[in-house]
Every structure is written in structure tokens, then in C-alpha cells.
């Protein structure tokens, strides 16, 4: 389901003008796409910063224009606290389109208690779906996965309507045995090494013999 979110349009463009856009609490934005003019606009800050904080990819734009639109991409300032600038994108409801959607991991792997660490190597798939059901997450329970097993990305329930993307087999999580720790013998091994002889450094026999001579 989209996020309502009210938009004004901005009277003028420019550096100034964003700038006191986001002194007045508003973060500059922009709507293109679909064939249709591109239009700025400004949004609250703090409405804006909490949609896209839940993850959002689609907005049902309110106030100066009525359209459902996408987050094309989001500029953040150097310390990624704030939002400078937004732009969206329009969509059509009847069409497909092509999204990353975040990974939650769900429950307690039995492997764990076994001593297993768990290794998440995905964080997000590209899935295609209607523009208007994008799923909010894909959620993977991992209650069932023992120790020294994976989950693919083909073991994800799909909402109809949605196609994975990626390869199914992809690993998205595993289960893996620690690394065995080192042993008493192999340490003992380690700290009486023999240090190796230095080229040209000289021993005290070598002195000896040097004053003998």
C-alpha cells in the first residue's frame, strides 16, 4: 500500500531556494516521468524522512499534484542524517516494474545453539511486480535452519504477482560451523619457533674467533 505524502510546488529553482526550503523545514523535490513535465516541488522533512526510514518505495502524492510516484533516488547530506533533495518518479498502476526489496529475518536458527554463526549474504533481492503491490519486505523464517545449512532465494514465499529476479539458488543465509581454535600443542609449536638467523648479523663465537685471529 502506498504512503500519502503532501507536496507544494516550488515557485523557484536554484541553490537559494532550496536552501530556504529546508530552513523552513520542507526538502526540495522533483516529479518527472510518464511523458510528463517535470515539476518542483517541496515536501515536509520530517513526514518525508519517516516514510523512507519504513523502507517506502512508493508514495501516493498529495496537494499540488494527485500521483502515485516512486523514489528515484534520495541525496543525502555528508553525515546521511538529512535529506537535501528527493526525486520522484511517476507510475502507472497497471504497470510491472523491476524494485530491491529488504530481507527481515525472522525467529531463532537451532544451529545457533549448537554454536553455529549465522552469515547473511544478501540483504536485499530484485524482485518484478505490479507497481502497485510492491511487498514491503521479504521476510525468511529461519527456525528450521540447522547448522551447516542454507537458505536459497528460491525458499522465499512470493506474493502473486511477483517474480524473483536473482538466481534462485543465490545463498541468502547459512549456518556455519566457528572456526575450530587453535590448540595447546599447535601454540606451544608457535611460541618456541626457532628465530631465524639474521644475514650478517654476528654471533659471539664469530667475535672470538675474529679477536683470536
Same mark, same amino acid.
Given at each position: 500500500?502506498?504512503?500519502?505524502?503532501?507536496?507544494?510546488?516550488?515557485?523557484?529553482? /536554484?541553490?537559494?531556494?532550496?536552501?530556504?526550503?529546508?530552513?523552513? =523545514?520542507?526538502? +526540495?523535490? &522533483?516529479?518527472?516521468?510518464?511523458? =510528463?513535465?517535470?515539476?518542483?516541488?517541496? &515536501?515536509?522533512?520530517?513526514?518525508?524522512?519517516? !516514510? *523512507? $526510514?519504513?523502507?517506502?518505495?512508493?508514495?501516493?502524492? @498529495?496537494?499540488? *499534484?494527485?500521483?502515485?510516484?516512486?523514489?528515484?533516488?534520495?541525496?543525502?547530506?555528508?553525515?546521511?542524517?538529512? !535529506?537535501?533533495?528527493?526525486?520522484?518518479?511517476? *507510475?502507472?498502476?497497471?504497470?510491472?516494474?523491476? &524494485?530491491? &526489496?529488504?530481507?527481515?529475518?525472522?525467529? *531463532?536458527?537451532? /544451529?545457533?545453539?549448537?554454536? =553455529?554463526?549465522?552469515?547473511?549474504?544478501?540483504?536485499?533481492?530484485?524482485?518484478?511486480?505490479?507497481?502497485?503491490?510492491? +511487498?514491503?519486505?521479504?521476510? !525468511? $523464517?529461519?527456525?528450521?535452519?540447522?547448522?551447516?545449512?542454507?537458505?536459497?532465494?528460491?525458499?522465499?514465499?512470493?506474493?502473486? =504477482?511477483?517474480?524473483?529476479?536473482?538466481?534462485?539458488?543465490?545463498?541468502?543465509?547459512?549456518?556455519?560451523? +566457528?572456526?575450530?581454535?587453535?590448540?595447546?600443542?599447535?601454540?606451544?609449536?608457535?611460541?618456541?619457533?626457532?628465530? +631465524?638467523?639474521?644475514?650478517?648479523?654476528?654471533?659471539?663465537?664469530?667475535?672470538?674467533? /675474529?679477536?683470536? @685471529?
Amino acid at each position: 500500500m502506498a504512503e500519502t505524502l503532501e507536496v507544494r510546488e516550488r515557485e523557484s529553482r /536554484g541553490k537559494r531556494s532550496a536552501r530556504r526550503s529546508r530552513a523552513a =523545514g520542507r526538502t +526540495p523535490a &522533483v516529479l518527472y516521468g510518464h511523458g =510528463g513535465p517535470s515539476i518542483s516541488l517541496s &515536501v515536509d522533512s520530517n513526514k518525508l524522512t519517516a !516514510i *523512507v $526510514n519504513r523502507a517506502a518505495h512508493l508514495v501516493a502524492l @498529495s496537494g499540488a *499534484v494527485q500521483e502515485n510516484a516512486l523514489f528515484r533516488d534520495i541525496q543525502w547530506d555528508p553525515l546521511g542524517n538529512d !535529506i537535501l533533495h528527493v526525486d520522484f518518479t511517476r *507510475v502507472d498502476a497497471k504497470e510491472r516494474i523491476e &524494485v530491491a &526489496v529488504a530481507i527481515e529475518l525472522r525467529g *531463532v536458527a537451532p /544451529g545457533t545453539k549448537m554454536g =553455529g554463526i549465522m552469515n547473511q549474504q544478501m540483504h536485499e533481492l530484485s524482485v518484478e511486480c505490479p507497481a502497485m503491490a510492491i +511487498p514491503d519486505k521479504l521476510e !525468511i $523464517n529461519v527456525n528450521t535452519l540447522e547448522l551447516g545449512e542454507s537458505i536459497l532465494a528460491s525458499s522465499i514465499n512470493l506474493a502473486e =504477482g511477483v517474480n524473483l529476479l536473482c538466481d534462485p539458488q543465490a545463498i541468502i543465509i547459512q549456518c556455519l560451523e +566457528p572456526m575450530p581454535e587453535a590448540d595447546d600443542e599447535d601454540e606451544a609449536i608457535t611460541d618456541g619457533a626457532i628465530e +631465524p638467523e639474521v644475514i650478517g648479523r654476528k654471533t659471539e663465537d664469530d667475535g672470538e674467533t /675474529g679477536a683470536a @685471529s
